[in-house]
């Protein structure tokens, strides 16, 4: 899973001659809570929501609403914006991508490749691409397997879905904590559920939960 397949490639973005209250309005106009900034094709800095918050005036301030507004319409974004941007390559992992925002507490990436911006992957993104993987919002039937961590137990699995001409369409593997593993099938088609339970049973392959699932936009 690359960065590449999952980030948001049209960008929203300022330069550094904005003022801090162009850019809280476009902040607001386009429901966004950071903007990556741009000069010369390049990424020079990001701002967030809380950068223009820590820039705007104190409400316990004794300046007047127009003393306010004429300084947020003065003050330029260059002087606020965060200059050390954690950044990543549009050909990393999800995963790593993932990792970085964890590990800084961001929930923005700008997608960044020899100085050029090519979009950028946000937390957002990444809720996306998990339901995607997970195979939420399609139609079809959703069974989950508690078995054991040995070889050959998910081609097993396979096998006898495929007897029933049926198609997987999604397969999540999770590692439990007691040794043994959850795999989580989405299946297109249609067919008996307690019946599909019992052939897999029958094969001593448990099954914790089978249910029909509807499609869902994401």
Known sequence: MAVKDFMTRKVIYISPDTTVAHAADIMRAQELHRLPVIENDQLVGLVTEGTIAEASPSKATSLSIYEMNYLLNKTKIKDIMIRDVVTVSQF???????????????????????????????????????????????????????????????????????????????????????????IEVQIDGDIDLPALKAKFEDKDIQVEDITRTSAKAL
């Open 92 to 182: 990393a992992s999800l995963e790593d991508a993932t990792y970085l925002m964890l590990k800084n507490k961001i929930g923005i990436l700008p997608v960044v490749d020899n100085q050029q911006v090519y979009g950028v992957i946000t937390d957002r993104d990444v809720f996306r691409a998990f339901l995607e993987i997970a195979g939420y919002g399609e139609e079809g039937i959703r069974v989950r397997f508690i078995t054991e961590d040995e070889v050959g137990v998910l081609e097993k699995i396979v096998h006898l879905i495929v007897e029933e001409n049926l198609n997987i369409s999604n397969a999540v593997n999770i590692p439990r904590k007691d040794g043994k593993v959850v």
